[in-house]
């Protein structure tokens, strides 16, 4: 047996003997773990395999072992994964730690810094959130005004942030702050970490249109973070007054990450399921609504050849070439493929999914992530900016 498929075979044999039953079953999102001190597993056996993943490395199989990781090779993890969905075994953690600082630190970060901050992203005992936007800093957001401080020992932060995913939740925060405003708007920006348990930092839930509140105003009176967390560890991430340098690299991680909602896993009923049970199906076995039954056919298809660019796109950054640009195009292309997928669902589902309350619909879940929808061609940067991204880095075309 070569390397590979040994592997494999050890992998398979591993997650069959140690991931728990209750955990081989998508769930949804409600049944997401994110970690971090407030999180309250939804059973024991979250709990476990969570715990037994970590151990394993396996939250974050690709990056470095000295960090708490697997330090898998990009065809092991592939085989994870492939082994993962084979028992249908759901991810043990997710995070903005895993998505968008870890790699950021991964890049920029000191070795010091990665090494007090990476194994507890990997353990799932931090959870981050993101402070980005402000309320007159969205598209443009190096225009952003909060204002950082030099006290000494620690810096003094004070400003807004907002549609910050989750803060109400989030045990730390990575936010861009302007620490020279005398530098011109591009630069004067540091990349900085902050505790949020602390009297100078408050959280205020913004409802959605789904009845929801995903998203937070975020405000920062007198808070302090210290220069250093331990001998060698600095709260500034990258070099001060170049955290825009940083902000762009996290940026194609979260523009993948969001692009990804529009794979073929969108952690509910596929827009097929729903249509078949208040359709039906003809004789033959197929959906019996010829016109909708073509319109998922296609959808499916664009999921899968979506799924396989991603992957290519990965491939290609791990071989040195980077994603840059690309990001741009996943995020356009997966948060509107997402949102078709979600408009054919409630298409196939009919005025029954438009119940907002009551048992018979979950309350309506399919309606409200249905109307969640909408804000992925808006968060992360709006398809507007991304069409423009992608016609002048990747096409490029002259501009007006």
Known sequence: MSDLEQFRAATKAWLEENCPEEMRSDGGLDAICWGGRK????????????ERMAEKGWTVPAWPKEYGAGGLSKE???????????????????????????????????????AHFL????????RWAQGYSEPNSGSD??????????????????????WTSYADEADWIFVLVRTDPSASKHNGISFILVDMDQDGVSTKPIKLISGNSPFCETFFDDATTPK???????????????????????????????????????????PGEVAAENIGLDETGRLDDPILRGKIAQAEIDGWAFLLTMERVKDEAKAGQGVGAKSS????????????RFELAMDGGGSDELEWEGDRTDDGRLARLWLRT???????????VMLNIIAKRILELPGA
């Open 329 to 340: 195009m996943l995020k356009y292309y997966g948060t509107e493929l997402n949102k078709r």
């Open 228 to 270: 250093e967390f331990a001998p060698g560890v600095s709260s500034i991430v990258g070099d001060m007054n170049r955290g825009w340098d940083v902000a762009k690299y996290l940026l194609t991680h979260e523009r993948e990450m969001i692009g990804g909602g529009g794979s073929l896993g969108m952690n509910a009923r596929s």
């Open 141 to 162: 957001l190096a225009s952003l005004q909060t204002k950082c401080e030099d006290k000494g020992d620690h810096w003094l932060i004070n400003g807004q942030k907002v």
């Open 374 to 384: 909408k804000a992925n061609s808006i968060e992360g940067g709006t398809s507007e």
């Open 39 to 50: 999180w309250k597993f939804e059973s024991e056996a979250q709990k476990v395999w969570l």
């Open 76 to 114: 092991e993890v592939k085989i994870l994964k492939s082994e993962m969905r084979a028992i249908g075994a759901r991810s043990p953690l997710e995070s903005f730690g895993i998505w968008m600082l870890g790699p950021a630190l991964l890049k920029f970060g000191t070795h010091e810094q990665k």
């Open 119 to 126: 194994p507890p992203i990997a353990r799932g005992e931090i």
